[in-house]
């Protein structure tokens, strides 16, 4: 007897049995697939059901056809799995199973098996078969989890139907006495599986199948459904599958392919063939599909947890147990009209939503604060209820707000639940714009929304910090809410910040404050990695823009919430140090004391002092390397956790050499060579009277990969490429070529260089977006020098696979370039980058 189970696309060059073509000489089912496909209306439901029964109606002909002639009863052919469900993808495989009685010749049942998958393979189609007896199946399935779940969706498409009904009848009597076992089993692989491929909700490049939140999961709730322990809630999980499944036909359509990864060269395409303005409508319209499916993925464990605790305790041990998970109907008082019941925050007995509008707000909060999920049906009373709070809100309904986003990391599951039953866009409507809304930088982890909101869970653990945390809290959920808008989000996010904390019945002056911190919370991360903080200009433009220093103590805390929030690059005690050394300088000047602590433009330290006079008297370049190390912040370790030990974060290379043409690329090109990443730069010229002048350079770098190379092998090739012996230019190109065939092309934006006006009074900012990539800075450094213009300071800032840099640059009289000089160096490097 045959018994396998196989996933294949067929051998290679498979050909049917007998050399029989697989379809009618009119063309039959090749000819009415292709026409189907080809239907400009060849997406959705219907379509797919009716690719279904188009493929029912062929295989059933070649069961009938085939059967009948080999003589052969006792047979059906079963469809399992998504065909089962009769929805059938463009590129979708076929998942068939053909059952028999046990009674046929094995040989003439192989060669009917042949008969059936041949044909399939000869059309290019993928094909999961097996060949069981209703007994074999029922074992295959009790042994395999995957094989249980396909049975549940079996359907009958010829042959014997009593064979198919005994399966069907069998898997479900099966799925339902296993389920306490099997579905923790189905959980795990849900959460494995969540864990390889992400989650669908902020993926730039989401499986539409495998990440949490896809058709996987979907499919996963409908089988804790036949369990009959729980039920999803059905609010939209439909309609988000159907709109998965629309994508994913599409995908299949545009691609030629059976992929289900939306990758970011096809989202154009597929948004078009769904009828979407573009990608970005397209994606965000998945992530809230995913949202929707996650959601209830959520809800839906949490209650089989609850039900498997109370089946595995015996009912007079129940009754006998106290605490937290005591037994069903125990309940505690969590707030005023909340309890905790059954490990879930719930609405008292005695609670009235009607007539309490605040109740929302305060049973999140005692929810978050006590690490506790909300109950999904209390969500729905307050819903239902739909009493809205006044305009401006009451102090209670304030606080309950700031008290739900200070809970931490349990703030997350709480405001997903509010987001997902509606209340969130109730309580605040600007929100509907940021929601789901994608970010296309890399740098960012999440969407827009989820953004906030773990901006306010960072922020949470910096609240010690602050003279005002609401202030700070309330400003970390809104700092990006201005990217629903067009223009510049912190100028629009100013506005709506004005508008929302007036809703919220913040006063007049603290409107002011949180309005400030949404429309400069970029101030101090682009300041103190961008600009010369020896400047004066500098540090005064920040002071005039903060205005005062508790102002200054909320902004300093909402930059790094922020950057903690957003990903592993915006954030390192490298940069922590530079806006922390950003705000002690504010924090004098907005004070009235002197900057007596700064070292003044142009006056070197006294290593580099020393460096400069054995670069004189060597006559060549002279470096030093030194290592270090800064204290992870606050919000690292938090307060009661132990701090770990110091992280480097970078090395500081100081470079001296006499001054000469092209120092700047020789030594960017040296140090792009040896795979050292430049994280920041400052150029100082020392020329006292009567000895030559000597350009000293300081370098914040770190290793790419593997240890630091030895000083003496970047001073030898510094020297070579100096005298022209090294020719940086050729080797940077090779390695470029190089790592273009390892590496899939990106299609990025085209760099932009443009002048900082105002951003210093001695000297002209130039400022260079581009894709970071080896060599960037050598060939800026070789446009700078191209142009005849002295790099006084450069300030370098990567982000991701973005590079962001400043260069304080001066003509040969020393001085600022003039307006229109200063754009045409700009519009040379430029072009030189391109």
């Not at 289900?260 to 078009?272: E, F, H, K, N, P």
């Not at 109950?375 to 606080?399: D, G, Q």
């Not at 997902?420 to 960012?444: F, K, M, S």
Request: aromatic letters at 4%.
């Amino acid at each position: 007897m045959t018994d396998s189970v196989e996933d294949t696309a067929g051998p290679a060059g498979a050909q049917s049995p007998g050399n029989e073509p697989a379809t009618a000489p009119d063309g039959g089912y090749p000819a009415a697939r292709l026409r189907l496909l080809q239907d400009e209306t060849s997406i959705g439901p219907d379509h797919r059901a009716a690719l279904a029964r188009l493929t029912d109606d062929w295989l059933a002909g070649l069961l009938a056809r085939h059967g009948t002639a080999a003589g052969l009863s006792g047979t059906a052919l079963v469809a399992v799995g998504g065909y089962g469900r009769g929805e059938l993808s463009p590129r979708s495989d076929l998942d068939l199973l053909l059952l028999h009685d046990g009674r046929a010749d094995s040989g003439a049942l192989a060669a009917l098996a042949d008969r059936l998958w041949y044909p399939v393979w000869d059309l290019g189609l993928a094909l999961d078969h097996s060949v069981r007896t209703p007994a074999q199946a029922r074992k295959a399935a009790r042994e395999d989890l995957k094989v249980q779940l396909g049975l549940l969706d079996a359907r009958h498409l010829a042959g014997d139907p009593d064979l198919t009904a005994a399966v069907r009848t069998a898997a479900y009597a099966d799925w339902r006495e296993s389920a306490p076992k099997r579905l923790p089993e189905l959980h795990d692989l849900c959460q494995e599986r969540a864990e390889r491929q992400g989650e669908l909700q902020y993926l730039l490049e989401p499986d539409l199948k495998e990440a949490r939140g896809g058709l996987r999961d979907a499919t996963a709730l409908r089988a804790v459904a036949a369990s009959w322990l729980a039920d999803a809630p059905r609010g939209g999980l439909e309609a988000a599958r159907t709109r998965l499944l629309d994508a994913r036909d599409a995908l299949h359509l545009t691609t030629g392919r059976a992929t289900d990864r939306l990758s970011l060269q096809d989202q154009d395409q597929v948004a078009t063939a769904l009828g979407m303005l573009d990608a970005d409508a397209l994606l965000r319209q998945t992530y809230e599909s995913a949202r929707t499916i996650s959601y209830a993925a959520d809800v839906t464990w949490r209650e089989v947890g609850r039900v498997l605790r109370a089946r595995s305790l015996k009912p007079t041990l129940r009754g006998l147990l106290h605490g937290r998970t005591a037994g069903k109907g125990e309940r505690s008082p969590l707030a005023e009209g909340v309890v905790e019941l059954d490990g879930e925050a719930v609405l008292a007995r005695t609670a009235r939503p009607e007539r309490d509008p605040v109740l929302v707000l305060r049973a999140a909060a005692a929810a978050a604060q006590a690490g506790l999920p909300l109950a999904t049906h209390s969500i729905r009373r307050c819903a239902t209820a739909n009493r809205p709070l006044p305009v401006p809100w009451p102090a209670e309904a304030r606080e309950q707000l700031v008290t739900l986003l200070g809970a931490g990391t349990h703030t997350v599951p709480v405001w997903e639940a509010l987001e997902a039953e509606g209340i969130i866009p109730r309580l605040l409507p600007d929100w509907e714009r940021v929601r789901c809304r994608p970010q296309r930088n890399p740098v960012h982890t999440w969407t827009v929304d989820r953004h906030l909101v773990e901006t306010a869970v960072r922020a949470a653990a910096l609240t010690r910090r602050v003279h005002r945390p609401d202030l700070l809290l309330i400003a970390a959920l809104l700092h990006d809410i201005g990217k629903g808008w067009p223009g510049d989000h912190s100028v629009a996010g100013e506005t709506i910040a004005r508008d929302v904390a007036a809703r919220l019945g913040f006063g007049a002056r603290d409107t002011t404050v949180i309005a400030t911190l949404v429309r400069h919370h970029l101030l101090l991360i682009e300041t103190a990695t961008r600009r010369d903080l020896d400047d004066p200009a500098t540090v005064g433009a920040v002071a005039e823009a903060v205005g005062s220093t508790r102002t200054l103590e909320l902004l300093h805390a909402l930059t790094e919430a922020d950057a903690l929030a957003t990903g592993p690059a915006a954030w390192s005690a490298w940069r922590g140090g530079l806006v922390a050394d950003l705000v002690k300088r504010v924090a004098a000047r907005l004070a009235g004391e002197p900057d007596t602590e700064q070292r003044g433009a142009g006056e070197p330290t006294a290593e580099q002092e020393r460096l400069a006079i054995e670069a004189r008297r060597t006559g060549g370049p002279v470096l030093a390397l030194h290592t270090r190390a800064e204290a992870p912040t606050e919000a690292d370790t938090g307060p009661e956790t132990p701090a770990p030990a110091q992280e480097p974060v970078g090395v500081e290379l100081l470079i001296a050499v006499a001054d000469q043409p092209g120092v700047l690329p020789a030594a960017a090109g040296v140090l792009a060579l040896h795979r050292l990443t430049v994280r920041a730069a400052d150029l100082l010229l020392l020329d006292p009277i009567d000895e030559g002048p000597v350009l000293v350079l300081s370098w914040r770098v770190a290793a790419e990969y593997g240890s630091l190379p030895q000083a003496d092998r970047l001073r030898a090739d510094l020297l070579r490429a100096l005298d022209g012996t090294l020719d940086i230019p050729a080797r940077l190109a090779e390695r470029e070529r190089a790592y273009a065939r390892r590496s899939r092309a990106v299609l990025a934006p085209p760099p932009r260089v443009t002048v900082a006006t105002g951003s210093s009074d001695t000297a002209t900012v130039i400022e260079v977006r581009a894709q970071d990539a080896h060599g960037l800075l050598h060939r800026i450094g070789r446009a700078l020098e191209a142009a005849g213009v002295a790099v006084r300071s450069a300030h370098i800032s990567t982000l991701g696979a973005n590079a962001v840099d400043a260069f304080y640059v001066t003509g040969p009289d020393g001085a600022p370039l003039a307006d229109a000089a200063a754009h045409e160096v700009a519009a040379a490097v430029e072009r030189a980058l391109q």
